[in-house]
């Protein structure tokens, strides 16, 4: 996915006017600019697929399970186009083959997105 930075700006500093500040006072001239590279981190993962999140498959004998704690990720309220973040867990039974995560830009935990703009459980009660 691109992010068009340029018209996120735009729309920032429209946004900005609509509530009735001056986006190019002191303060908040650059704050357009952040907005949009803001915008451009949280949407990184939009378009990127699981699969792709995988770096290796091991080959193992057993079923032990496997789990993977304090995964962090960030997404985006689909609703109110709210950053939320936080931590996940995932556990599965592997078969013969686990599945490494951890190396790649797209699955260092840090980096984690949810691939789709998400509304966080609860979000029904604030919506207006």
């Known amino acids: 996915i691109t992010v068009e930075l340029s018209r996120i700006q735009e729309a920032v500093a429209d946004i900005l006017e609509a509530i009735g500040e001056d986006p190019r006072r002191d303060g908040l001239e650059r704050t357009p600019i952040r907005v949009a590279k803001m915008y451009e981190s949280l ?3 939009v378009g990127v697929r699981a699969e792709d999140a995988i770096d290796a498959v091991f080959e193992v004998g057993g079923n032990d399970p496997v789990v993977l704690n304090r995964l962090a990720f960030y997404s985006v309220c ?3 186009l709210m950053p939320f ?3 996940a ?3 599965y039974i592997p078969g013969n083959r686990i599945a490494g995560v951890g190396v790649s830009k797209h699955s260092w935990p840090g980096n984690w997105r949810l691939t789709r703009v998400r509304a966080p459980a609860g979000a029904g ?3 207006g």
Do not use: L, Q
Request: aromatic residues 14%; charged residues 25%; negative net charge.
């Open 85 to 87: 973040f936080g931590e």
């Open 78 to 80: 689909e609703h109110h």
């Open 43 to 45: 949407f990184s993962g």
């Open 125 to 127: 009660e604030i919506d």
């Open 89 to 91: 867990s995932i556990g």
